[in-house]
């Protein structure tokens, strides 16, 4: 396909083919698992050529593209899937490892150095938040927060009143938060970011989007330097695999592909073959997903054994900056609903043992629907205080919707909600 046409292609039509060339491997439809650790040099020459490339010892030639050398540093599996996932986002460039906090914590080791500052949004998922508050101290790197909800001129505050102002490095947000479904500006948090950069620092804005995948929101497109995603979630889709992403400018995805290459964690080429069989069908299982969600959350916002919905869906107008948020940069109103039931844990207990076809576990995007109690499984590690003020009290519970027909997750929800006997 020339480029003109490539051009002309949404996404999901190129998600078979991209960046595969049957050619190569016996006119195969499907790219083949390539389970090797390394690859045959055709002379002496090639090797020394591939090698002065890959560890950037002379610049590329015109043309001249990373040939395979070692499945540490490069697999067709993970090119080819790396350059689909780039489609979706917009993006240059894309690595992809072997779990999404694999892809988080080698971004944050490659942008931060001792004695820089860190800015983060709350709450973070927590894989994320325990790497930054209890391991990345062990490197002399400080942590600033900030809440949704607070002001640019609030947010600035914050940081200045670290006195590290100066060695702000990188600011790291995630949105929609886990599990309130409360958003935060990208562009805005970009222009933290170039608030505090100077001519010899810029200052990096890294955005987890794991919560809308790649079909539903675009942060590259709002300002962000590099997106990361657990692709373990909605991008393998099924629940049978742990992998994550990042993607971004070729300079920046340069530096992040290097680290990996050093720390070895990049996905596997069984990994890599997963998840581009799970590309081919991301656009209409996200689409079912966003479709069902929202008859979810119409049943959940009228039943009255529940007294509150958290789903960006039901925002509106009157809801003020969350929805101006909503409107410029989620182009789906999701796959995740949380709610309150009337009542504590005992409530909440009743609902999440009475589900049938829902199951009991942690994790999201999969095609199966799953319950989970947030204050006591996935946030439980959160400061409890912090825990109320964010709402994340003992009678939420949070759902991630399948691609079941939705009538039959409702009967299932309604069932459920009916057994609370309180
Ligand atoms: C699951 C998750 C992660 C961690 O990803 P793994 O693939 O489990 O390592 C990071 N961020 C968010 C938002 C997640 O949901």
């Excluded at 490892?97 to 998922?125: H, K, R």
């Excluded at 959940?300 to 039901?314: A, M, Q, R």
Aim: charged share 20%.
């Amino acid at each position: 396909m020339d480029s003109e046409m490539l051009k002309h292609m949404r996404p999901e039509s190129l998600m078979m083919s991209y960046g595969y060339k049957p050619e190569l491997s016996e006119g195969a439809v499907k790219c083949p698992i390539f389970q090797t650790s390394t690859f045959v040099f055709k002379s002496a020459e090639e090797g020394k050529a591939f090698f002065e490339i890959a560890y950037g010892h002379r610049a590329q030639n015109e043309g001249e593209e990373l040939g395979l050398i070692y499945s540490r540093i490069n697999n067709p599996d993970l090119e080819i899937l790396e350059n689909r996932l780039t489609l979706w986002d917009g993006a240059e460039d894309c690595a992809v490892f072997e779990s999404g906090m694999s892809a988080i914590t080698t971004v944050l080791l490659e942008f931060l150095q001792p004695g820089d500052l860190l800015l983060m949004s709350n709450p973070l998922y927590g894989g994320s938040d325990h790497f930054i508050k209890k391991i990345l101290p062990k490197f002399g790197i400080q942590v600033a927060e900030f809440r949704v909800g607070q002001s640019r001129e609030e947010i600035i505050a914050i940081v200045e009143k670290t006195g590290l102002a100066h060695k702000l490095a990188l600011i790291y947000i995630e949105t929609p938060a886990n599990p309130t479904n409360d958003l935060i500006e990208i562009a805005g948090s970009k222009a933290i970011a170039q608030h505090f950069s100077t001519p010899d620092k810029q200052v990096y804005l890294a955005v987890d989007n794991t919560y809308m995948g790649p079909i539903w929101q675009h942060p590259l497109k709002h300002g962000a330097d590099l997106v990361l995603y657990s692709a373990t979630k909605y991008i393998g889709g099924h629940s049978d695999v742990i992998a994550g992403a990042c993607l971004g400018s070729k300079a920046l995805m340069k530096r992040v592909k290097g680290l990996r290459t050093f720390l070895g964690n990049m996905a596997s080429p069984n990994t890599g073959w997963l998840l581009l069989r799970s590309l081919e069908t991301l656009k209409p299982r996200m689409d079912v997903q966003a479709l069902n969600a929202n008859k979810v959350a119409a049943f959940l916002n009228t039943h009255p054994k529940v007294e509150k919905v958290y789903f960006i869906g039901n925002l509106t107008e009157a809801n003020g900056e969350q929805y101006a948020i909503k409107q410029k940069q989620c182009l789906s109103n999701g796959g995740m609903i949380s709610f309150d039931v009337k009542g504590g844990e005992k409530e909440a207990f009743q609902f999440l043992n009475a589900l049938k076809l829902i199951k009991l576990a942690v994790s999201l995007g999969g095609t199966e629907s799953l319950a989970e109690h947030p204050a006591t499984m996935t946030h439980v590690d959160v400061d409890a205080n912090l825990r109320k003020e964010l709402g994340i009290t003992e009678k939420m519970i949070r759902l991630s919707i399948g691609v079941e027909y939705y009538e039959d997750i409702i009967y299932d929800l309604q069932q459920a909600l009916n057994s609370i006997t309180g």
